[in-house]
């Protein structure tokens, strides 16, 4: 896939930052799949096959975030000026009980990492877009309608 995946700093640092630390786990892992070949037969031996199944899961995300890093085109988020909801704002709701959430718009590839993050092409992220402070927004989701009043945007 050659597409270009739209980040911010921020978002481009927590991949680098989980690149280093599954990096650093990698030889660990092949250290403990090496002890656990040194104790013989394979069939019947828990770590081996623990460790190789670690093993194939690293390779697998060492590679996807190798790919997402090399496609990543940063938007600089620190001099926009916008009063709308764009990708990469932060966005302070209150909801009908009077309860305050923050919602980070973010692309589809960073999104879910934490409840805060939607993405820009969920309900939540969809209905946000293009909103200013002050305006009520109703969400339709599984579950039912949401109802929040926009309080504050940043970047």
Not at 116 to 124: A, G, L, Q, T, Y
Not at 132 to 142: F, R
Request: hydrophobic share 40%; no cysteine.
């Amino acid at each position: 896939m050659s597409d270009t995946i739209l980040l911010t700093k921020e978002n481009l640092e927590e991949l680098q930052a989980k690149l280093a630390e599954l990096m650093a786990e990698k030889p660990l892992v092949v250290a403990r799949i090496e002890l656990a070949r040194s104790h013989g037969d394979l069939k019947e031996n828990a770590d081996y096959h623990a460790g190789r199944e670690r093993l194939g899961f690293l390779e697998g995300q060492l590679a996807y975030l190798r790919d997402r890093i090399a496609r990543a085109q940063i938007i600089d988020t620190s001099n926009m000026v916008t009063d709308k909801v764009i990708m990469g704002t932060k966005v302070k709701v209150q909801d009908d009980d009077g309860e305050i959430e923050m919602f980070h718009v973010v692309s589809d590839m960073d999104a879910g990492a934490t409840d805060e993050k939607v993405s820009i092409n969920s309900p939540i992220g969809k209905a946000l877009i293009g909103k200013k402070v002050g305006d009520d927004v109703s969400i339709i989701v599984p579950r039912g309608t949401l109802h929040y009043k926009i309080l504050e945007l940043s970047f």
